[in-house]
């Protein structure tokens, strides 16, 4: 029997070579008819930590790694485009302090 290859964003990436993945689908409801959302969460293996949050990844089916890890990663089908704004606000008050900083201290001599 062939393993299923399916495609799947990672929605989180804070474990050391685990990464979550979300596989949306539409499912029609069995009474009205009505077509709705439904996901599978799958835990992949992701050797070396190539995928981050967001990512739409491609994983294919495996015997038991873990408790959770059933599939393994097989590719990065598209990197993901979101900005960390939290992130950035801060990479930029860092800059901004250690130019204040490296003025205060040319000032002085």
Same mark, same amino acid.
């Given at each position: 029997?062939?393993?299923?290859?399916?495609?799947?964003?990672?929605?989180?990436?804070?474990?050391?070579? +685990? =990464?979550?993945?979300?596989?949306? =689908?539409?499912?029609?409801?069995?009474?009205?008819?009505?077509?709705?959302? *439904?996901?599978?969460?799958?835990?992949?293996?992701? #050797?070396?930590?190539?995928?981050?949050?967001?990512? =739409?990844? #491609?994983?294919?089916?495996? *015997?038991?790694?873990?408790?959770?890890?059933?599939?393994?990663?097989?590719?990065?089908?598209?990197?993901? +485009?979101?900005?960390?704004?939290?992130?950035?606000?801060?990479?930029?008050?860092?800059?901004?302090?250690?130019?204040?900083?490296?003025?205060?201290?040319?000032? #002085?001599?």
């Amino acid at each position: 029997m062939p393993k299923r290859v399916v495609s799947g964003i990672v929605t989180s990436d804070k474990m050391s070579k +685990t =990464r979550r993945v979300e596989i949306n =689908r539409l499912v029609k409801h069995p009474k009205y008819k009505k077509y709705v959302r *439904q996901r599978t969460v799958c835990y992949a293996h992701d #050797e070396e930590n190539v995928s981050g949050a967001g990512d =739409r990844v #491609e994983i294919i089916e495996s *015997q038991p790694l873990s408790k959770l890890k059933r599939w393994r990663l097989v590719r990065v089908l598209e990197k993901s +485009t979101d900005v960390d704004v939290a992130a950035l606000r801060a990479a930029r008050k860092v800059a901004a302090e250690a130019e204040a900083a490296g003025e205060a201290s040319s000032g #002085e001599a």
